[in-house]
């Protein structure tokens, strides 16, 4: 790559950047970048072209179908407001164990991600109901902030996660595949944080006992929430239906489910639909046009050649891999996941794949980076929103959102070292 042409790709990338930074929505600053770019190589009127015939090539995908049925799956659930029972659920699971109430909220976020498959949904609705019962129970401000934000991270991570839908498209990467990966480090990641929680935090504190007979109710109104996260994994791995389909499933199921309790009418599922759309159509818009500069980028070679150069860097793979960590985190304290998906992996799956990862098992160690960058102080995504509908100071979670921190890294560099943790699973799916 000619040096021109580097420095004029590094002159848009700054100002794709400084454009974000001003407030313009994300999908627009990436829009007029890679329309700049190329209007720079090809001209005005056959950038047009070019640009039109990209957008209509990276949309045209029957997988992207999956988005819009998991976030209406997703804004149905708040509609119905069934974020309570799951509360519920997860406390008579706990248990009067020592920080129990906060396991709760950990085990109520690995549920209610295998719903959503958003952190800061996750975050918001988990968030709403547990951040005031923590305070009745003498939890501090900065715990359970810390607890709802980190807990809503795996939103990101466990199925169907929706940063891993787009990470699929990008790298012509099985997405039943990589929902399947997620399942033993979302979990083994959702047990550390409840030990964690239950054996370090201080000062510990006992939930309430449960009576058998109020066990018995409360886990009888939760179980027919909890069916869906565990029918979207078993239909996935066994190969009953598509990821696509398990969308449709799943979004039928929550309507009927509220319409049954009677928690949905007309207008909270007109309502729930029209928030899915808006969101969709900025998900799918950020895609598009992420897209088209990916493309512009791969024809400058930035990929191939960024590949080649950290291939041939001293320090082997793993210094490799933790500069993509590293980058990965910086950009992520301020770009939403899936934007942050749309724009790097074009660059980062190359090197990925010179340096031997398996594409299954790069995108969930991805997930799990891009939940680091959500709670990573001082601006991450769940920090911000958390602190937004508790008014808790941003400052005070920063301290004790730092263990999560650690566990999220560990568990990262686990899965580099251990790599049947990702792959084990969708090695034995009925279909992949």
């Given amino acids: 790559m000619a040096f021109a042409d580097s420095a004029t790709l590094l002159l848009i990338a700054l100002a794709m950047f400084a454009l974000m930074a001003i407030g313009i929505p994300i999908f627009v600053s990436i829009g007029l970048s890679a329309f700049a770019g190329l209007a720079l190589m090809f001209g005005p009127q056959q950038a047009m072209v070019d640009f039109t015939s990209f957008l209509w090539q990276s949309l045209n995908s029957f997988e992207l179908v999956t988005i819009p049925l998991f976030v209406l799956a997703a804004m149905l659930v708040q509609a119905a407001e069934i974020g309570d029972e799951l509360f519920d659920f997860a406390k008579a699971c706990i248990g009067a164990v020592p920080n129990g109430l906060g396991a709760a ?48 991270t795996l939103g990101i991570l466990l199925p169907p996660s929706l940063p891993l839908i787009i990470y699929g498209v990008l790298t012509q990467t099985s997405i039943g595949s990589l929902f399947i990966a997620t399942i033993l480090p979302g979990l083994l990641l959702a047990t550390l944080f409840t030990l964690y929680v239950v054996l370090f935090c201080r000062p510990r504190l006992r939930a309430r006992r449960y009576t058998r007979q109020e066990r018995v109710a409360v886990l009888r109104r939760g179980l027919p929430v909890v069916v869906l996260p565990v029918f979207i994994i078993v239909s996935i791995y066994f190969g009953l239906v598509t990821p696509t389909e398990t969308g449709a499933v799943a979004a039928a199921y929550v309507l009927a489910l509220g319409l049954w309790r009677k928690r949905l009418d007309l207008a909270k599922i007109f309502g729930a639909a029209r928030n899915a759309a808006l969101t969709s159509s900025m998900l799918l818009l950020i895609f598009g046009t992420g897209s088209v500069f990916a493309r512009y980028s791969a024809m400058l070679q930035l990929p191939q050649k960024v590949a080649a150069s950290v291939g041939a860097l001293p320090g082997g793979g793993l210094l490799v891999f933790t500069g993509i960590v590293v980058t990965d985190l910086l950009l992520g304290t301020f770009l939403e996941s899936g934007a942050l998906t749309i724009l790097t992996i074009p660059i980062f799956f190359p090197i990925a794949q010179a340096i031997g990862l398996d594409p299954v098992q790069f995108g969930v160690m991805i997930a799990v980076n891009q939940e680091i960058a959500q709670i990573h102080p001082p601006a991450g995504l769940n920090l911000v929103t958390v602190s937004s509908i508790s008014n808790i100071p941003l400052t005070r979670m920063m301290v004790s959102i730092l263990p999560f921190i650690v566990i999220e890294i560990a568990m990262l560099y686990l899965l580099y070292f251990f790599p049947p943790l990702t792959l084990f699973l969708p090695g034995h799916m009925s279909m992949r």
């Fill in 105 to 152: 909220v950990i085990l109520t976020c690995a549920i209610f991600a295998g719903i959503t498959g958003s952190s800061p949904v996750t975050a918001v609705t988990v968030g709403l109901i547990a951040l005031p019962a923590l305070a009745r129970e003498g939890y501090s401000d900065r715990l359970r902030g810390a607890l709802v934000a980190g807990g809503g």
